[in-house]
């Protein structure tokens, strides 16, 4: 297999207005076509294979961190409006008993109103929340591409310095374990994302789960470590220990 480039020489925006690019459609991230090529040349269908797996990675980190524009600037006016109205609800009444302000308590009384409102409509409308979640995610792809990156080059100079291990196809299927696994864990990002919002729409709060989804983990690894430890016996009683043989006399 071919050394491919690490770095895309075109932007996210590019990507997507490219040739052959799938791209973003307004409002909602969409699924992708997988490449159908010819294998007769599998170090170019490889190289293929990963600039769909990158460019699916940009497009979908572009998509969050164009998303949490709006949420961020809608956030800020919501929380600088609470912080404005708590502010003048608690000076105006002192104004208004100090004498400089005189009938002025009724309006603080409305300040206060407006702070309240503007962190229930924050809260409501999850847009903090939000924008947490959304660059969150966007930089959980990254690192994951980064992750990818380097996998990629691994194999690149191992198949270029050599020895290389094994045949030819197992190279070519170790190669395209190393982009499936890659597909797999962008996808549980954004499931894991969506999971989060559903769960915030439900209950009223954000456990941002993202931040459980470890980029380039072993998902066969971690259900092996967890049944490592086994659960403590329901029924309340103390599990029974083996018995060691006692030692032979001499």
């Not at 997988?34 to 294979?49: K, Y």
């Not at 959304?134 to 994951?144: C, I």
């Not at 209950?203 to 403590?232: E, M």
Request: aromatic content about 8%; glycine content about 12%; some cysteine.
């Amino acid at each position: 297999m071919g050394q491919p480039e690490m770095q895309p020489d075109r932007s996210p925006q590019e990507w997507r207005g490219g040739e052959g690019a799938a791209g973003l459609r307004p409002g909602d991230l969409t699924g992708r076509a997988f490449p159908h090529g010819d294998w007769g040349e599998p170090a170019l269908r490889l190289d293929e294979l990963y600039r769909w797996a990158e460019r699916g990675a940009l497009d979908t980190a572009a998509w969050y961190l164009a998303d949490r524009v709006w949420k961020r600037r809608t956030a800020r006016a919501l929380r600088g409006g609470a912080a404005g109205g708590a502010v003048i609800g608690a000076a105006l009444p002192l104004l208004d008993l100090t004498g400089v302000a005189d009938g002025a308590t009724p309006w603080g009384y409305l300040a206060l109103l407006l702070a309240v409102a503007c962190l229930g409509t924050d809260r409501f409308f999850g847009v903090t929340s939000g924008w947490i979640r959304d660059v969150a995610t966007a930089q959980a792809v990254q690192r994951r591409l980064q992750v990818l990156q380097f996998d990629w080059a691994t194999e690149s100079v191992r198949e270029v310095l050599g020895p290389a291990e094994g045949t030819a196809g197992e190279a070519a299927e170790r190669c395209l374990g190393v982009l499936r696994r890659f597909s797999e864990d962008v996808t549980e990002l954004m499931r894991a994302e969506t999971a989060d919002w559903m769960v915030e729409f439900r209950t009223g709060s954000a456990p941002l789960g993202i931040q459980s989804a470890v980029p380039g983990a072993s998902r066969p690894d971690a259900a092996a470590a967890l049944a490592r430890f086994a659960l403590p016996p329901t029924n309340g009683t103390r599990p029974n220990m083996p018995r060691q043989r006692p030692p032979e006399p001499r």
